[in-house]
């Protein structure tokens, strides 16, 4: 039955059919219909795409000012990763408002912009940790500005997850 659903879902695929993409939309979508129940998947991966939409955008706003401040500039890295991460928050907090979940839009925006602030400030520490670390382990093998770069695109992809998570049951708790 499983199976069925999956095949049913994915008939018209988001992304072209042989990219990296596309790949990880057939894991996303695996790992979300053997977790939710049955009513609740369709609904869940949707948002998460658009979830994820949106921080791929706030990944491009993010390395731009990054890289325009750490690269550019000279500010310290993990000054300019601070900047450029509360950036794209702000951009995410509210594309995920209006287009994630638009049915939020009920709720008052100031008590949703302190949540989604808070779970962002974890998610910066955890994004500054990985960065720190990843960076000085890639300068090495790859040198700058790629060292922060790559350690910047996995910072981010980890803490996609986090975000969407404890966003999910805490700043859109209770959204069908």
Do not use: C
């Not at 509360?86 to 994630?100: M, P, Q, T």
């Not at 500005?145 to 999910?168: E, G, H, T």
């Amino acid at each position: 039955m499983q199976s069925t659903q999956v095949k049913e879902m994915t008939t018209e695929p988001l992304v072209p059919q042989n990219s990296v993409l596309r790949l990880l939309e057939k894991i996303v979508f695996s790992i979300v219909f053997t977790v939710l129940p049955g009513r609740f998947r369709h609904r869940e991966v949707e948002r998460f795409v658009k979830f994820a939409t949106v921080g791929t955008i706030g990944m491009f706003i993010d390395l731009t000012i990054l890289n325009l401040l750490h690269g550019v500039i000279g500010i310290p890295l993990l000054v300019a990763n601070a900047v450029s991460f509360s950036s794209a928050v702000l951009n995410n907090f509210l594309l995920n408002r209006h287009w994630s979940f638009p049915e939020s839009k009920e709720r008052a925006i100031h008590t949703q912009l302190v949540q989604f602030a808070a779970v962002s400030i974890t998610g910066l520490a955890i994004n500054e940790t990985i960065l720190w670390q990843l960076a000085k382990f890639f300068h090495p093998l790859i040198g700058f500005p790629w060292d922060y770069n790559a350690a910047k695109v996995i910072a981010i992809a980890i803490v996609l997850f986090w975000n969407f998570s404890i966003n999910r049951v805490w700043t859109y708790k209770g959204i069908k």
